[in-house]
């Protein structure tokens, strides 16, 4: 069974950093793209960053210059750092992969069951 395990949320005061972790795991053939996302209570699920198998990256513009979206393909992690963090930024996070089973199959969405960030005033 294929899974995304994520890690790392909490409470941070504001300014603080926090450091999430995605790991894939399971009967992987290959991982395309790598993502955060989160959800506000009240909004909808948003992107945060992506970073693809060749480390393009890719960023909401709420968090340019404060997070930093990184991947360990050895390991099928996926990392977000989050510095300078603002009680906007309150939310709970999920992972997000593209990834295959199999030689001939195709690339499928998988998402991580969430990890809370609360950041306080």
């Known amino acids: 069974q294929v899974q995304l395990v994520e890690s790392g949320g909490g409470l941070v005061q504001a300014g603080g950093s926090l450091r999430l972790s995605c790991a894939a795991s399971g009967r992987i053939f290959s991982i395309n793209v790598m993502g955060w996302y989160r959800q506000a209570p009240g909004k909808q699920r948003e992107l945060v960053a992506l970073i693809t198998r060749g480390s393009t990256t890719n960023y909401a513009d709420s968090v340019k210059g404060r997070f930093t979206i990184s991947r360990d393909t050895a390991k099928n992690t996926v990392y977000l750092q989050m510095n300078s963090l603002k009680p906007e930024d309150t939310a709970v996070y999920y992972c997000?992969?593209?990834?295959?089973?199999?030689?001939?199959?195709?690339?499928?969405?998988?998402w991580g069951q969430g990890t809370q960030v609360t950041v306080s005033s």
């Open positions: 997000n992969a593209d990834m295959r089973l199999g030689y001939s199959g195709s690339y499928d969405t998988y």
